[in-house]
């Protein structure tokens, strides 16, 4: 199971953390990551950690401003948003999937319900 929270209204230029509390499942097994779909728009990759390869992935309209990070001991990871701009607001996804690389966060296999985040003055 993937929950995501942390979702809200900020305003342009403001900060916003999303977790995703993962169980049921071994995390070390799956990359894991997010992606966003604003309306009437198809999924964009954010960022993810791959199974084997810890670096971080970003998509390039968030490099910079996001920080995506994990806590192993409390199954929870996080994607820390600064820099906020009326494009980001969308609804945010946290998926896993165990073969599939970073590269293709937009496409993993199995998702949450998401958290809404809008940016708005």
């Known amino acids: 199971e993937l929950v995501e929270s942390g979702g809200g209204l900020v305003q342009p230029g403001g900060s916003l953390r999303l977790s995703c509390a993962t169980s049921?499942?071994?995390?070390?097994?799956?990359?894991i990551g997010w992606f966003r779909q604003a309306p009437g728009k198809g999924r964009e990759g954010v960022s993810c950690?791959?199974?084997?390869?810890?670096?971080?992935y970003y998509g390039d309209s968030v490099k910079g401003r996001f920080t995506f990070s994990r806590d192993n001991a409390k199954a929870t990871v996080y994607l820390e948003m600064n820099g906020l701009k009326p494009e980001d607001t969308a609804k945010y996804y946290c998926?896993?999937?165990?073969?599939?690389?970073?590269?293709?966060?937009?496409?993993?296999?199995?998702w949450g319900q998401g958290t809404q985040v809008t940016v708005s003055a």
């Open positions: 049921g499942f071994a995390l070390d097994a799956y990359s």
């Open positions: 998926a896993i999937d165990p073969r599939r690389p970073c590269a293709a966060v937009a496409d993993f296999g199995a």
């Open positions: 950690i791959g199974k084997s390869d810890h670096t971080p």
